[in-house]
């Protein structure tokens, strides 16, 4: 106790230079919190929107399917597995027809990727109950903004469409853009065309065919020859990578300011044994330990971080709420050339885990710090240090 009182009073009694080193320390604080809070807040709205519009709970993917080589939609597709058909009818599957085919905006060709999808699916967000058509020969299409601001097309437009069937006949048809939709996940938007399932299936002459199965939570899996399960792990594998990798940046840089605050209570503690040294040798001359004189002096740097801590609960915890209630805005056009789900702002999250965390992290590298130039007053002696003497 003694100890202690004699830290609080010496950490008091420095003043400024005391809350120039908390000032410092606290704004690293913050700044950890705030940044790993933007991270977490982020991996959780893209997770849930790429499952919401994308991925779902799970997927099904025919062999032959490799979502990165176009070359490869030609053959990857099969008929529907007799087994997978009680899911289908539950909607807890939803099957997906995949294939490439260009359309002629303005006369312009742009290839693009098809996408049949069941109109009456509620598994992904897609707005598919627009894929109504209003005669028996009109072909109703949704596209996402990003490709209606591309290719140049509004509601109502129709487009000439190309597409191979699977005897590899090239046929055309004008389609007509029933709706467009405004999602986060730019993976189901550029480029890529949303049609009627059993339309598309009849055009590429696949009948009961499909090349993936989109699952809900509900979906208990069933093998079946010739797809592959994916689960969640899979699908948002390149999701997390990314986010592990901004993660990684952000750690060298509020890397760099807490190393800046902590070099700052370093100097601040050997400045003080430096000044301090006839006080050193008295305390030891009324009979305190060398060790309880090097605890005390610890105490008092580590105490930099407790009033830190405290400081920046003060200050920053109305500017991190303020933060996540209106949200970090985000370019969109950086947005887009990212490729994966992100809205327009993000909107942080700070758990307890990373506060606690953030404290632990503080406390334990100033007393570390601390230590470190203390530790010489283990081995000074005390008519050297009365007589201001530095060894």
């Given at each position: 106790m003694l100890v202690l009182k004699l830290a609080l009073k010496n950490l008091i009694g420095a003043g400024l230079r005391t809350w120039l080193n908390v000032a410092v320390l606290s704004f690293a604080f913050v700044i950890i919190v705030f940044y790993n809070g933007m991270m977490?807040?982020?991996?959780?709205?893209?997770?849930?929107?790429?499952?919401?519009?994308?991925?779902?709970?799970?997927?099904?993917?025919?062999?032959?399917?490799?979502?990165?080589?176009?070359?490869?939609?030609?053959?990857?597709?099969?008929?529907?597995?007799?087994?997978?058909?009680?899911?289908?009818?539950?909607?807890?599957?939803?099957?997906?027809?995949?294939?490439?085919?260009?359309?002629?905006?303005?006369?312009?060709?742009?290839?693009?990727?098809?996408?049949?999808?069941?109109?009456?699916?509620?598994?992904?967000?897609l707005p598919t109950n627009k894929l109504q058509a209003e005669t028996a020969e009109e072909i109703p299409a949704i596209i996402g903004k990003r490709m209606a601001n591309t290719a140049k097309l509004k509601e109502g437009d129709q487009v000439l469409l190309r597409w191979r069937d699977n005897n590899g006949t090239f046929d055309a048809q004008n389609i007509t853009i029933k709706h467009i939709f405004?999602?986060?996940?730019?993976?189901?938007?550029?480029?890529?065309?949303?049609?009627?399932?059993?339309?598309?299936?009849?055009?590429?002459?696949?009948?009961?065919?499909?090349?993936?199965?989109?699952?809900?939570?509900?979906?208990?899996?069933?093998?079946?020859?010739?797809?592959?399960?994916?689960?969640l792990g899979v699908l948002l594998a390149d999701l997390d990578g990314i986010i592990a990798s901004k993660k990684v940046s952000g750690i060298i840089l509020y890397g760099l300011l807490l190393?800046?605050?902590?070099?700052?209570?370093?100097?601040?503690?050997?400045?003080?044994?430096?000044?301090?040294?006839?006080?050193?040798?008295?305390?030891?001359?009324?009979?305190?330990?060398?060790?309880?004189?090097?605890?005390?002096?610890?105490?008092?740097?580590?105490?930099?971080?407790?009033?830190?801590?405290?400081?920046?609960?003060?200050w920053g915890t109305p500017f991190l709420l303020y933060l996540s209630s209106i949200g970090i805005p985000i370019n969109p056009t950086q947005a887009d050339s990212i490729g994966i789900a992100m809205a327009d702002k993000i909107i942080p999250i700070y758990g307890i885990g990373l506060i606690i965390t953030t404290i632990l992290l503080v406390v334990i590298s100033a007393t570390i710090v601390s230590f470190l130039p203390a530790r010489k007053i283990a081995y000074m002696k005390p008519t050297d240090a009365i007589k201001g003497k530095l060894q």
């Amino acid at each position: 106790m003694l100890v202690l009182k004699l830290a609080l009073k010496n950490l008091i009694g420095a003043g400024l230079r005391t809350w120039l080193n908390v000032a410092v320390l606290s704004f690293a604080f913050v700044i950890i919190v705030f940044y790993n809070g933007m991270m977490d807040g982020w991996n959780q709205q893209a997770r849930t929107d790429t499952i919401n519009w994308e991925v779902g709970h799970g997927q099904l993917w025919q062999e032959n399917y490799d979502p990165y080589d176009p070359f490869t939609l030609q053959d990857a597709h099969a008929p529907i597995p007799k087994n997978l058909q009680k899911s289908i009818d539950n909607k807890t599957l939803t099957p997906i027809l995949i294939n490439q085919g260009s359309i002629y905006p303005e006369g312009r060709m742009q290839n693009v990727i098809l996408k049949g999808i069941p109109a009456q699916q509620k598994i992904l967000e897609l707005p598919t109950n627009k894929l109504q058509a209003e005669t028996a020969e009109e072909i109703p299409a949704i596209i996402g903004k990003r490709m209606a601001n591309t290719a140049k097309l509004k509601e109502g437009d129709q487009v000439l469409l190309r597409w191979r069937d699977n005897n590899g006949t090239f046929d055309a048809q004008n389609i007509t853009i029933k709706h467009i939709f405004d999602s986060n996940a730019s993976s189901i938007d550029n480029g890529q065309i949303w049609l009627p399932l059993p339309q598309l299936q009849t055009m590429l002459t696949m009948p009961k065919e499909a090349t993936l199965f989109v699952a809900n939570k509900d979906y208990q899996h069933q093998a079946s020859k010739g797809w592959l399960h994916k689960d969640l792990g899979v699908l948002l594998a390149d999701l997390d990578g990314i986010i592990a990798s901004k993660k990684v940046s952000g750690i060298i840089l509020y890397g760099l300011l807490l190393i800046i605050a902590l070099l700052a209570i370093f100097d601040t503690q050997v400045l003080s044994i430096f000044k301090r040294q006839k006080e050193i040798g008295t305390y030891i001359a009324l009979g305190m330990t060398r060790w309880q004189v090097v605890n005390l002096f610890t105490l008092e740097g580590a105490a930099h971080s407790i009033l830190a801590t405290i400081v920046a609960f003060i200050w920053g915890t109305p500017f991190l709420l303020y933060l996540s209630s209106i949200g970090i805005p985000i370019n969109p056009t950086q947005a887009d050339s990212i490729g994966i789900a992100m809205a327009d702002k993000i909107i942080p999250i700070y758990g307890i885990g990373l506060i606690i965390t953030t404290i632990l992290l503080v406390v334990i590298s100033a007393t570390i710090v601390s230590f470190l130039p203390a530790r010489k007053i283990a081995y000074m002696k005390p008519t050297d240090a009365i007589k201001g003497k530095l060894q």
